[in-house]
T-cell receptor, first 114, second 113 residues
């Protein structure tokens, strides 16, 4: 059971560089989301999707883009990285949106922006 | 929007002692409530959830939580902890028919021998 797979596990970027964090799930989940985890702040929702072709902003969307072309994949793009985006990023999915379904999390991507 | 407050950032406890991790939430509408656990260098895993019905919810690894609507709380308890329970615990709330699950800042539980 692969569940939710995130790549890469670690990444170091210079300010201004761009990159894409990959997320894939093999559970046919309708709902997918991206969170960032910072010390003392818990997890904050960046973007989410309730199905292929549908995305929406969460609590902290600035500086990030997403798309959902398939049910399985939900990549997160940083267009111009900033030191404030240094964080641990988690992708999560659940069976349905809106939602009493618990989230299934990947193991995270640790991003450092210098 | 809903919000979550975890009242203790760190809880040290000795092995086999009871523990309570406190969580309060704020929402103008009905909510679903969750507790997740995060072990080092891993993602979060579901411990238990409250959707409706009985206010006492049992989860994995001997944990339980009680929903108190009047106090807007959802405290997590375990009668006897083990070294392996050392982890970070997150309370989360989601409004019914909403897609914006909010997490607390986390409580780091350290179980000492």
């Amino acid at each position: 059971n692969a569940g939710v797979t995130q790549t890469p596990k670690f990444q170091v970027l210079k300010t201004g560089q761009s990159m894409t964090l990959q997320c894939a799930q093999d559970m046919n989940h309708e709902y997918m989301s991206w969170y960032r985890q910072d010390p003392g702040m818990g997890l904050r929702l960046i973007h989410y999707s309730v199905g292929a072709g549908i995305t929406d902003q969460g609590e902290v969307p600035n500086g990030y883009n997403v798309s959902r072309s398939t049910t399985e994949d939900f990549p997160l793009r940083l267009l111009s990285a900033a030191p404030s985006q240094t964080s641990v990023y988690f992708c999560a999915s659940s069976y349905s949106s809106g939602t009493n379904s618990p989230l299934h999390f990947g193991n995270g991507t640790r991003l450092t922006v210098t | 929007a809903q919000s979550v407050t975890q009242l203790d950032s760190q809880v040290p406890v000795f092995e086999e002692a009871p523990v309570e991790l406190r969580c309060n939430y704020s929402s103008s509408v009905s909510v679903y409530l969750f507790w997740y656990v995060q072990y080092p260098n891993q993602g979060l895993q579901l411990l238990l959830k409250y959707l409706s019905g009985s206010t006492l919810v049992k989860g994995i690894n001997g944990f339980e939580a009680e929903f108190n609507k009047s106090q807007t709380s959802f405290h997590l308890r375990k009668p006897s902890v083990h070294i392996s329970d050392t982890a970070e615990y997150f309370c989360a709330v989601n409004r019914i028919n909403n897609n914006d699950m909010r997490f607390g800042a986390g409580t780091r539980l350290t179980v000492k021998p």
